[in-house]
């Protein structure tokens, strides 16, 4: 069975860091691409950043580029996304997801095969 369980969410000022990760199990990570979500109150969960199974490839949203870095240690089974200079319109639900084929939208959440339950980063003013 497959597992995703995001941890190192929070509560957090603007500007500060955050650093999340999504552990995984039950499947072979390598051969999956990741991605990471969010959810805001109200609104529809969106695209936040993604990295291909070697990791030669990196995707980011407008909002996060330059501020939020996305990586992974297959020997771990752990996927990460390291969130500098916060900003309070980053408060969201964050979730980390797994695509196995090679094709497909990174960028749409309907590529995705495996969800973790999400991990709630609060950022304040």
């Known amino acids: 069975q497959v597992q995703l369980v995001e941890s190192g969410g929070g509560l957090v000022h603007a500007g500060g860091s955050l650093s999340l990760s999504c552990a995984a199990s039950g499947h072979t990570f390598e051969i999956y691409d990741m991605g990471w979500f969010r959810q805001a109150p109200g609104k529809e969960r969106e695209f936040v950043a993604a990295?291909?199974?070697?990791?030669?490839?990196?995707y980011y949203a407008d909002s996060v580029k330059g501020r939020f870095t996305i990586s992974r240690d297959n020997a771990k089974n752990t996927l990460y996304l390291q969130m500098d200079s916060l900003k309070p319109e980053d408060t969201a639900v964050y979730y980390c997801a797994s695509k196995q084929s090679y094709y497909g939208d990174f960028y749409s959440r309907a590529t995705y095969d495996y969800w973790g339950q999400g991990t709630q980063v609060t950022v304040s003013s």
């Open positions: 990295i291909t199974r070697s990791s030669r490839n990196t």
